[in-house]
Each structure stands twice: as structure tokens, then as C-alpha cells.
Nanobody, 121 residues
Framework: QMRLVESGGGLVQAGGSLRLSCTAS????????MGWFRQAPGKEREFVSA????????WYADSVQGRFTISRANSMNTVSLQMRNLKAEDTALYYCAGNVRGDGWSTADYWGQGTQVTVSS
């Protein structure tokens, strides 16, 4: 079992930056591929980014490539998402995810409660 708690969401102007953080409880954090998903109003939840257990490999959705950076600190059981040059279309509820898997990293086994990111244009 893994419990995930996100923080760091908020309201920001287009072009601004935000950093999301997620703290995991439970053992074997470093063995899990961790990630971030988001869901905008009226849309399905979508993959944003993932990072391997060691942190040596990362993956990004095309829409955020070059603007978002995922990282993790296994000693602290945390995973973070640095978001830069935010756009109005990045507005969504962002979820931290544990054991990201599936084709195109389409799902995960553990989910946080979500943190809202709102980008004003």
C-alpha cells in the first residue's frame, strides 16, 4: 500500500511557474515508478510525466515536454514536478501516482487526492 499527498498547486499567470510535490508513505518507495497525471474539467485524466525508481529515466507527455521537469528524492519519499512557462491549457487537477504502468503509462495503482493548478491568461 502507498498513500500519496500532494502540495504546491495554486493560481498563476500564464508564463509563470509552479512546483508540485508529493510525499509517499509506505515502504519500498524507490522500487516504484512514480508520476503525475492531470484532469481538466470535462476531460479524461491524462498522463503528464513519470520517473523510474532510481530517477535515471523520465517520460513526458508531448504537451509538457521542455516545460515540465519531474524529479524524486528517494531518501525523502518525495516526487516533484517543476512546471515552467505555464499555459491556460495546463489548468487541471493534478494527481500524484504510484506504480505508473500500462501502454503509454496510462494508469497507476496508487493515487493522491489531487492538487488544483489554475493558469490565468
Amino acid at each position: 500500500q502507498m498513500r500519496l499527498v500532494e502540495s504546491g498547486g495554486g493560481l498563476v499567470q500564464a508564463g509563470g511557474s509552479l512546483r508540485l510535490s508529493c510525499t509517499a508513505s509506505g515502504r519500498a518507495f524507490s522500487s516504484y515508478r512514480m508520476g503525475w497525471f492531470r484532469q481538466a474539467p470535462g476531460k479524461e485524466r491524462e498522463f503528464v510525466s513519470a520517473i523510474s525508481g532510481s530517477g535515471g529515466a523520465t517520460w513526458y507527455a508531448d504537451s509538457v515536454q521542455g516545460r515540465f521537469t519531474i524529479s524524486r528524492a528517494n531518501s525523502m519519499n518525495t516526487v516533484s514536478l517543476q512546471m515552467r512557462n505555464l499555459k491556460a491549457e495546463d489548468t487541471a487537477l493534478y494527481y500524484c501516482a504510484g506504480n505508473v504502468r500500462g501502454d503509454g503509462w496510462s494508469t497507476a495503482d496508487y493515487w493522491g487526492q489531487g492538487t488544483q493548478v489554475t493558469v490565468s491568461s
